[in-house]
């Protein structure tokens, strides 16, 4: 499992940097996201080259970037809105290991 870290309650229009501890060995890796009530949904996705690819709901917002010397993998969150609310995982792309506990991000005032 891996283990998402950064989360917090940010006001409308804030932002968060999340981050995520991979394995030494490099894989592509995606952000994904669960709100209460609803389905997890992908995010973000960032390849072996670095090339990414973003959910339309946060392009313009977000970014992948990661930094394979430090083994991690991170999202910075920019214009926060409260329907970004939500537990966010981060995982292997495209076939994930299992599920691990998130981290909580909340947009409200």
């Known amino acids: 499992q891996l283990q998402a870290s950064g989360g917090g309650l940010v006001q409308p229009g804030g932002s968060l940097r999340l981050s995520c501890a991979t394995p030494?060995?490099?894989?592509?890796m995606a952000w994904h996201r669960q709100a209460p009530g609803k389905q997890r949904e992908f995010v973000a996705l960032?390849?072996?080259?670095?090339?990414?690819t973003y959910a339309e709901s946060v392009k313009g917002r977000f970014t992948i970037s990661r930094d394979d010397a430090k083994n991690t993998v991170y999202l910075q969150m920019n214009s926060l809105k409260p329907d970004d609310t939500a537990l966010y995982y981060c995982n292997k792309w495209p076939i994930p290991w299992s599920w691990g506990k998130g981290t909580q991000v909340t947009v409200s005032s």
């Open positions: 030494g060995i490099t894989f592509s």
């Open positions: 960032i390849t072996t080259g670095g090339t990414t």
